[in-house]
């Protein structure tokens, strides 16, 4: 069974860092692009970022280009999301998803069930 | 920038059809940004019901089509059932990597 499970969501002040995860299991992890999505409280859906395969293609939403940094450890079959010089709007529910190929042109797939980030002083 | 746009709401009677849309607001939805459309309900993680337009993706109901209709992507639900009611998100493909969601759409089955 495929499972994604998210960390590292916590409460962390204006202008901080943080690095979220997500350890992947039930799939060839290295087979897959890599999706993070947001959910802010009482919000719809908004894709963050991707990463392929192997890491070597990332790509951003430009609500979050230059601050945000996406990687993979295809060793370690897990993804992460490096995120620094927060905003209050991005508090969110975040969310890991197994992209349905190694193509970046496929859509999310499975979806984990999240890590919140809450920006506030 | 280009903004993807959903009904915020709709509602259809128990059995009845219904068709929820995606589009560009500047431009036509084709195939090209291979359209894609969750089910959330509420406190869940999305669920993928249809990729690349009109795929069905696995365990989901054939009563969910997707397709382009017009210069939209679409979602139609034939013979609605009382747990349909849920939020519905379209994804489109902008290329270069980069993914933008809709804004989603509230089903109401009433």
């Known amino acids: 069974e495929v499972q994604l499970v998210e960390s590292g969501g916590v409460v962390v002040q204006p202008g901080g860092s943080l690095r979220l995860s997500c350890a992947a299991s039930?799939?060839?992890?290295?087979?897959?692009?890599m999706h993070w999505v947001r959910q802010g409280p009482g919000k719809g859906l908004e894709w963050v970022s991707l990463?392929?395969?192997?890491?070597?293609?990332?790509y951003y939403a430009d609500s979050v280009k230059g601050r945000f940094t996406i990687s993979r450890d295809n060793s370690k079959n897990s993804l992460y999301l490096q995120m620094n010089s927060l905003r209050a709007e991005d508090t969110a529910l975040y969310y890991c998803?197994?992209?349905?190929?190694?193509?970046?042109?496929?859509?999310?797939?499975?979806w984990g069930k999240g890590t919140t980030v809450t920006v506030s002083s | 920038q280009t903004v993807v746009t959903q009904e915020p709401s709709f509602t259809v009677s128990p059995g009845g059809t219904v068709t929820l849309t995606c589009g560009l607001s500047s431009g036509s939805v084709s195939t090209s940004y291979y359209p894609s459309w969750y089910q959330q309900n509420p406190g869940q993680a999305p669920r993928t019901l249809i990729y690349t337009t009109n795929t069905r993706s696995s365990g989901v109901p054939d009563r969910f089509s997707g397709s382009i209709l017009g210069n939209k992507a679409a979602l139609t639900i034939t013979g609605a059932q009382a747990d349909d009611e849920s939020d519905y998100y379209c994804?489109?493909?902008?290329?270069?990597?980069?993914?933008?969601f809709g804004g989603g759409t509230k089903l109401t089955v009433l």
């Open positions: 990463i392929s395969w192997d890491g070597g293609g990332t």
């Open positions: 994804v489109l493909y902008m290329g270069s990597g980069i993914w933008v």
């Open positions: 039930g799939f060839t992890f290295d087979d897959y692009a």
């Open positions: 998803a197994k992209g349905l190929g190694s193509n970046s042109r496929l859509c999310m797939d499975v």
